[in-house]
Every structure is written in structure tokens, then in C-alpha cells.
């Protein structure tokens, strides 16, 4: 049994704390909240983001931050990626040269353009950091619904020890050297989850949805490939698998805040009826400058940007899909001479 700390208690974290419990290990919750850990301490649930799942004696809760890093052999990243600069700050005078730090938030920073691991890693030098990254939605995950991740890691040791803490019969942990494909692939999606969630409240069909999919993942490619992720990563559950789940699935809170937006609600309706974090909006900005950046083009990214930012309507962002350039689907492919 080995003792592991877990930064934040939303869905994904108590969710991820259930998956190290079942394994047999001491999993100390942190929460800045007084009242989330009054409540998990109280009732062993949290009832507002993950009801219905019983939390195990050996998952206990804190306030203080310390608690949950000294002395751990791994430390959780799970706050949302608005809260991982500040969490990182607030973590780094407590943790111990080369502990494991794993990030499982999906974002990127709009102000530096950085992924996660890289702001811990700038924030923490000292800590071996690590991401773990896949489709899994936390209310499956928290049920025991089979499920299927990727742990990334510079070096194979540090992912195979991940892996050894996550892994069990309901919960399968691939290896990756390819921290960067990880953290685009699930940065990205949620960007795209949006615009599908968006055709969805517009009543459009699996015709749509299909098209928002396969070209949206040629968007995360064609920008990861630039940036220097693996295709290999980008087209395997962190890319695809991740982007397909956040598109189409009830769980989905991007999916749900397009939809929202796609019935006439605004940015800000649609992310207080959702309740949690929407990680797609503030991603969004981030990945059409990425796109800027390193010369890209990202139609999707970009409609998705004015329908949130410029108050252009979710129908005519379609429209303008629609009716863009006449082009090959794949630019890459030789004809026949004529």
C-alpha cells in the first residue's frame, strides 16, 4: 500500500481517488473548500458532482495542502486547468525533490499557450512530472465502468509506475513516452466538443457530428504534428478516443455547454447551467493562437471562437463551415495527371 495524495475533489479527482482506494491505497483529498470536505467526510459521497458513488474508509479529506503532498509517493494534479498555476504555487514549498507529480487536467493556458505539465514543471522543478489522459469521464470511472487511459511520462520507468498505481481489472493504463500528443489530444477536444455539442442543440444529426469528428481531429493533428506530438498518440485514445467520448457522450459538460449555446443561450448561460468547470472556453482562445502561431489553420477552432467570444451565432458559424473554399480533403494525396 503505498500513500498518494490527490489535489482537488471535483468529479475527476474523487473519481480518480476511488480507482487508487480500490487498489489498496491510502489516498489523502485535498479541497480548498471547507464545505466539499465537511461533506465527503460526513456522507462519503459527493453529491453535487459525483452522487451515487460510495467513497472507501481509506480515501480521507483535507483543507491543508501540505497534508496531502508530504510524505506521498504520488500527488494527483486534479484541480481544473484555470486553478494549476495557482495550486502549483501553492503546492511547491511541500514537495520533496523527484516526487511524482501526475496532471489530469486538460487545458492550456491562455497567456503563455503552456500545457499543464509544463507549468508544473516550470512552477515545481524539482518534482518528476507526469500525465495521465484518456476518455474517461468521471461518472463511469467512479461506477467502475470499464475504462482505458494513457500515462505519459519522459521516461518509461516513471509511466510504468503509474501505471502500476491506476491499474486494475476496470481500469486499463497504457505507457507513452509522448507527454506533449497526450496533453494537446485532450486539450484540443474539448474545443471541438463544443462545436458538436453546439450542432446538437441545433438539432442537426449524426451526419454533422460525424464531420465535427473526423475533421476536428484533423485540426488536432495538423497543429500537434507542427508543435512536435506523435501521430501515433494523436490518433489513439488521448487524440481520437478522447475527442469521439467528449463529443457524444450525456457526460460531456463541453458537449452540454455547445448545446446550450446551440439553443440561443450565451457563453455564460450555458456555463452556469452546466455547474462545473467548462474547459473548452477557456481553451479555446489558447488553441486558435497555437493555430496562429504555428501556422495552421483551424476552421472549427475559429468558429467556435467567434460564436463564444463574438457573439456570432452558432448557426452562422455553420454556415461558414459550410460554405468555405472549395478544397481536397487531403491535401498530401497525388493525382493522376490529367
Not at 458513488?53 to 480515501?59: C, G, H, P, S, T
Amino acid at each position: 500500500m503505498s500513500k498518494v495524495g490527490v489535489l482537488g475533489a471535483g468529479s475527476w479527482g474523487i473519481a480518480l481517488a476511488t480507482v487508487l482506494a480500490a487498489n489498496g491505497h491510502d489516498v489523502k483529498v485535498w479541497s480548498i473548500m471547507e464545505d466539499e470536505v465537511e461533506m465527503l467526510r460526513t456522507h462519503h459521497e459527493h453529491q453535487t458532482k459525483l452522487p451515487g458513488v460510495k467513497l472507501a474508509d481509506n480515501i480521507t479529506y483535507t483543507t491543508k495542502i501540505e497534508e496531502a503532498i508530504v510524505g506521498k509517493e504520488m500527488v494527483v494534479f486534479a484541480v481544473p486547468s484555470t486553478f494549476i498555476r495557482s495550486t502549483a504555487k501553492s503546492a511547491a514549498p511541500y514537495v520533496e525533490q523527484g516526487q511524482l507529480l501526475v496532471n489530469v487536467a486538460k487545458g492550456i493556458e491562455e497567456s503563455t499557450l503552456m500545457p499543464m505539465v509544463d507549468i508544473i514543471e516550470q512552477e515545481i522543478p524539482k518534482a518528476v512530472v507526469a500525465v495521465l489522459s484518456g476518455p474517461s469521464h468521471a461518472e463511469e470511472v467512479g461506477r467502475g465502468l470499464p475504462t482505458t487511459v494513457v500515462a505519459g511520462a519522459k521516461k518509461k520507468s516513471t509511466a510504468e509506475k503509474i501505471q502500476t498505481y491506476f491499474m486494475n481489472q476496470v481500469f486499463r493504463v497504457y505507457t507513452s513516452p509522448d507527454v506533449l500528443g497526450l496533453e494537446l489530444g485532450g486539450s484540443l477536444k474539448n474545443v471541438i466538443a463544443l462545436a458538436a455539442g453546439m450542432a446538437d442543440g441545433m438539432g442537426f444529426g449524426d451526419n454533422t457530428k460525424a464531420a465535427l469528428i473526423t475533421r476536428g481531429i484533423s485540426e488536432i493533428t495538423q497543429l500537434g504534428l507542427k508543435m512536435g506530438a506523435k501521430a501515433e498518440t494523436l490518433s489513439g485514445l488521448s487524440g481520437i478516443g478522447d475527442l469521439i467520448v467528449t463529443c457524444a457522450s450525456v457526460h460531456s459538460r463541453n458537449r452540454k455547454a455547445g448545446m446550450l449555446i446551440g439553443q440561443g443561450k450565451t457563453r455564460q448561460e450555458a456555463m452556469d447551467e452546466v455547474k462545473m468547470v467548462v474547459e473548452g472556453v477557456y481553451s479555446a482562445k489558447a488553441a486558435a493562437l497555437l493555430g496562429k502561431k504555428y501556422g495552421v489553420e483551424l476552421p472549427i477552432t475559429e468558429e467556435v471562437n467567434r460564436v463564444l467570444f463574438e457573439d456570432v451565432p452558432a448557426k452562422e458559424g455553420v454556415q461558414n463551415l459550410m460554405m468555405r473554399e472549395r478544397k481536397a480533403e487531403s491535401e498530401k494525396l497525388a493525382w493522376e495527371q490529367e
